[in-house]
């Protein structure tokens, strides 16, 4: 194990539900990460935190909505999704927020959007 | 931005064989290029990456190769096993300290026969 637990593992919503991503990073990082894994498409970064602050936001629609209230928890809030947001989402850590630096990555959260 | 275009999305080889994956990158500032590798089911996992001021870097059966010039790295795997099955992903960076992001590239499935 990486020492990176996300939960739930598999989560499946209706439209306008709201539900929250866990991540919990057990190894001293102090950059986390949120990733979208979709089919056939790459990983798409959607949000970054240095030292607790966000440092990066890839256009994401404000139906999601990080937080993060310290170095080791991350979470992702969601409401009114689409279900084009079902997807695999990755949650990573590393040292540091500076890209040589080894992304560990979560289990991920398998949601479906019905 | 950096766009990360990367070949082939399958590849099926004979146990023992070699296998090679190709990444080109647009963004001539960028300067890391780390490859993931994930099993079936299973979370990414940093397998190697290369800096822009190395040509070639090696670990045991796998290698990394850097072209600055054409903007394209490549993955090599010798003598494969079938625990090599999975997919990969090339990403690339430029180190730009907290502000600097992995894309990824969309993967390639190795199968490897047994």
């Known amino acids: 194990e990486t020492g990176v637990t996300q939960t739930p593992r598999h989560l499946v919503m209706g439209m306008t539900n709201k539900k929250s991503l866990k991540c919990e990073q057990h190894l001293g990082h102090n950059a986390m990460y949120w990733y979208k894994q979709s089919a056939k498409k790459p990983l798409e970064l959607m949000f970054v935190y240095n030292f607790k602050e966000q440092t990066e936001n890839n256009s994401v629609p404000s139906r999601f909505s990080p937080e993060c209230p310290n170095s080791s928890h991350l979470f992702l809030h969601l409401h009114t999704l689409q279900p084009e947001d079902s997807a695999l989402y990755l949650c990573a850590s590393s040292l540091s927020g500076a890209t040589y630096n080894e992304q560990f990555f979560g289990p991920g959260t398998r949601l479906t959007v019905l | 931005g950096e766009n990360v275009e990367q070949h082939p999305s399958t590849l099926s080889v004979q146990e023992g064989d070699s296998a090679v994956i190709k990444c080109t990158y647009s963004d001539s500032a960028s300067n890391y290029f780390p490859w993931y590798k994930q099993e079936l089911g299973k979370r990414p996992q940093l397998i190697i990456d290369i800096r822009s001021n190395v040509g070639e870097k090696k670990d045991q059966r796998i290698a990394v190769t850097l072209n600055k010039t054409a903007k394209h790295f490549s993955l090599h795997i010798t003598e494969t096993q079938p625990e090599d099955s999975a997919v990969y992903f090339c990403?690339?960076?430029?180190?730009?300290?907290?502000?600097?992001?992995?894309?990824f590239g969309k993967g390639t499935k190795l199968s490897v026969k047994p």
């Open positions: 990403a690339a960076s430029r180190d730009g300290g907290s502000q600097g992001n992995l894309i």
